[in-house]
């Protein structure tokens, strides 16, 4: 497969991110199998939209019982840097009180809106709430906040691609790539 012109350098190849999910979800498993979760299930928590790429192929692998619930939360604004408060545009439609929640997503740069959403979660009674996300970008960390697991740090560069996209687009790159900032200033779709 030929790259996208957008494309400066592909980081993460599809083949690295299969066998990195794999891994991921069977630790996460084998994690949950030894904690006393109610109802041995754990409510899994995609942000939309970044996270579906990552997710889907966790889930492929996830070896633990589990709901699957999706948030959307705005930080960006359809640009390329955060807003001051992250909000809320679609909540979940359960109650996670007592629950065990896994957070996933696909990376976590400033990690305003995961830090929001894991003490919104906690407020509205969570047992436990982790994350796990595809990327770690702790250059771009604004707040205090640790994925409890990562695929792959990476530094601090604009990436696209296996659901980062620039605005809006890209996120099907089967693969994470570093975007060319010089062709995105006359880039016309």
Known sequence: MKPH???KEILITK???NKRSEELAKEISNYYADQNVRDNTVIMIGLLKGCIPF???FLEY???NCETEYMVVSSYLGGVRTQAE???NLDLNMSVEGEHILIVEDIIDSGATLSYVKRYLE???AADVKIVTLLDKPEGRKVDLAP???GFEVQNQFLIGFGLDYQEKLRNLPYIAIADKDK???WEW
Request: zero cysteines; charged letters at 35%.
């Open 55 to 57: 997710m889907a192929k």
């Open 148 to 150: 409890d697991w990562f």
């Open 15 to 17: 083949d690295q991110i």
């Open 5 to 7: 012109p957008l494309v």
């Open 184 to 186: 995105l200033k006359d």
């Open 123 to 125: 407020f509205k009674g």
């Open 62 to 64: 996830f070896e633990y």
């Open 86 to 88: 992250p909000k809320i």
